[in-house]
């Protein structure tokens, strides 16, 4: 039976690049908040599309209800849904719920329906380890993220499944693009001189997520070109 992947966030920029990497072998299911999905569903027609609000903590039981509905199972999960806001904003609150507490709530969620080699991927960030300025909360909620990672891979691990994060650097997507002047200050502090693309990351989970990480858990895996190094 084919494998099936959940994505969540990925109606564009990152997740939607991560979906359409699985979708090559996998069964898809994705959720979106606010962002048209239809690029995405226009491309892969079967996938899965469901609309959900992290911020509910209801939501994440109500996602795997319809995965498990559709396909009646998963193989795959990928955290990817986040949000960020600035610190001193009324939805700032927010941030800790969609980028932590949803991620663990989604895996207590799916883990009955998991198997010896189901994997976890969870989308953090360099800023987990580089504070972004204005942004704490959301660094913060990186950080706590990557040791959520590791605690779960250890958990885990007698049951076959493993737990690993991607930590990206900046990344330039079509939906929401850099000036050029910002996008340069990023090139001028990467070793590799470019910026990253949304499938240097999609490229990355797929890695993870085959066979040829069987061994690789609780690892945060920086896809960053050399930032800062």
Request: net charge neutral; with cysteine; aromatic share 4%.
């Amino acid at each position: 039976m084919r494998q099936v992947a959940l994505v969540t966030g990925a109606a564009r920029g990152i997740g939607r690049s991560i979906a359409t990497v699985l979708a090559q072998d996998r069964a898809l299911a994705i959720t979106f908040r606010n962002s048209d999905p239809s690029e995405l569903l226009n491309t892969h027609p079967e996938t899965l599309a469901i609309k959900t609000d992290f911020t509910r903590p209801d939501s994440a039981q109500q996602v795997i209800d319809a995965v498990l509905t559709k396909y009646g199972r998963i193989d795959t999960l990928v955290l990817n849904a986040g949000a960020i806001s600035a610190d001193d904003t009324p939805d700032a609150g927010d941030v800790f719920q969609v980028n932590l507490l949803a991620n663990d709530a989604l895996l207590k969620a799916a883990l009955p329906h998991l198997y010896p080699g189901a994997c976890v991927i969870a989308i953090s960030s360099v800023n987990a380890l580089l504070p972004a300025m204005s942004a704490v909360l959301y660094s913060a909620s990186k950080a706590a993220l990557n040791t959520w990672v590791r605690g779960m891979a250890k958990n885990l691990g007698a049951k076959g499944i493993r737990v690993n994060a991607v930590a990206p650097g900046a990344i330039n997507t079509p939906d929401a693009p850099r000036d050029a002047e910002l996008t340069q200050q990023f090139v001028d502090n990467t070793a590799l001189g470019r910026i990253g693309r949304p499938e240097d990351i999609a490229n990355t989970v797929r890695f993870l997520a085959s066979e040829g990480a069987a061994f690789i858990t609780g690892e945060v895996l920086t896809v960053s070109g050399g930032y800062r190094l």
